[in-house]
């Protein structure tokens, strides 16, 4: 095989979902590329569920799509899925959560999804083990289920097969070959083959991938626990899944008994994203207005920047607040004070930067916060059509030149190639000296007990040239004493038993020794990560 239309690399549930559609679309040019064996990556740990509320109508739709899909493909493929319509339960200890969940019963009925707000005792007759003394309530929705993600995975490339599609098991890509700055090829373990088109689902291997071609991919493993215990009575395959967001678990049944998996929180996540900006990004000369700074997470995903604003407003309880992101990497107290100064007038003042408006560095009058409530509920996600309706100065380019000539206030980092951008900025601005003594400038990404014990995500380090994976460790223990003789050998020269290093994503290095080099991201995580 020497030729094809498209490759597709990797045969999890991913790459096969992508060759079966791609067939079902008229294409039959269509070769898939695998490693090992079909779902031999994280496909075969995955969980499996099938929640159709989502945060958009177009997410729901999706996946209503899926699992229509997933209960078919045996009557198309002859093979099975293991769909279950088992319904799902999610509970609420606390008030806010409650009106979250009675927002997403009604986004259900704007999307037909049915969704309902149950009690207490609604909550034992879903799920007699549940204990319910501390509870506010729940959500029930009936058409969620679940899939054993590995046989539906199996389901979709026979179905692709039928359509066509070449499924190659025990092959490695090595390399996208380009041609003029387009794709070429791939070069495989088994030779090349020549292609128009070339479909990244390589999953944790993606990054890795994506960087042989320069390309960065913002995708890496990240440690999860979970826990199975043995069968316990009561228990049954049509147990519904159950998902308590303010304890940051999920349950299901499995194989008789009880399935548990964490995850990090939302919460946790806006804290060590705040971090990420303020520590690793903004100088400390720059100062804010002497305003009250709120930290606030939106309280449904997904709803882009009128959720943000929205939310934002509702906490902010004053007369007109100043919003923006926690994803922004420099701030221009200048621009802020005149954005600030217009507002007396008007009931948005928004700046408008290289022909697009950004509504997420801009003030607002807690007044608009009864449009921005209906814009969510009818699933208007554009600023712009508050902007429409409401008094609305737009401070154009001439004037916030004069307060920030380059427009830094807009750069967001929403991947890590705009993380890297950002700090070269940040070291121009602030005549950082690559040829100095601290010339070896690296990231420290911490998980599972250390982030926990640290109450951050990530370290900024700058350290001497020549500097080993033993200077990393002394110099964040400097840092973080927590994590001293916790995470950290007492001498500061290497990581206790149970934790490991893995540099950029790619290998992991037991030896303190190596050599560290600029840019590198340093990751430290439980040996034993897993799920």
Known sequence: MTQARVVIIGGGIAGCSVA??????GWRDV???????????????AAGLIGRLRGSRTMAGLVRYSAELYARLEAETGVSTNWKQVGSLGVARRAARMTQFRRSVALGRYAGIEAHIVDRDEIR????????????????IPHDGRVIPADTTQALAAGARAGGARIVEETAVHEVLTRDGAVAGVRTSHGEIACDVVV????????ELGALN????????????????????????????????????????EVGGLLFKAWFGDEATERWGAFYVWESIAASEQELPSLPVKLVRDEVPYQGPVGGIYYGLKAAGSEFSFVTSCDVAFLSPPLILHLISRISNYDVVVPYWQERFQPLHAVYRRSVLPLLRVQLERGELRPVYLFDKVRTCTIGEDAIRRFDPEGLSFFNMNTPAD????????????????????????????????????????????????AT?????????????????RVIAPDGSSLLSGYACNVNGLEFVRVPTAKVNSGDRIFIISADAGG
């Not at 007759?125 to 029930?140: F, N, Q, T, Y």
């Not at 200077?471 to 964040?476: E, I, P, T």
């Open 31 to 45: 070769v898939l590329l695998e490693r090992k064996q079909l779902t031999s990556g994280t496909t075969w740990h």
């Open 200 to 207: 990244n689902c390589a999953g944790m291997w993606a990054r």
């Open 20 to 25: 079966y559609h791609l067939v079902k679309l």
């Open 214 to 253: 320069g390309i960065t991919v913002p995708v890496f493993p990240v440690e999860h626990f979970y826990a199975v215990t043995r069968p316990i009575a009561g228990v049954s395959p049509d147990l519904p899944v159950l998902r308590d967001y303010d304890g940051h678990i999920y349950v299901r049944e």
């Open 469 to 485: 994976l033993a200077r990393v460790y002394s110099a964040l223990a400097e840092k973080l004493p927590v994590l001293a003789n």
């Open 125 to 140: 007759r879903h799920w007699p083990l549940c204990r319910v003394d501390d509870l506010e309530g729940g959500i029930w």
């Open 419 to 466: 993380y890297e951008e950002a700090v070269k900025r940040w070291q121009a601005l602030n005549g950082w000296n690559a040829a100095g003594n601290d010339s070896v400038q690296c990231t420290v990404e911490l998980f599972g007990v250390a982030r926990l014990l640290a109450q951050t995500k990530e370290v900024a380090l700058s350290l001497p040239e020549g």
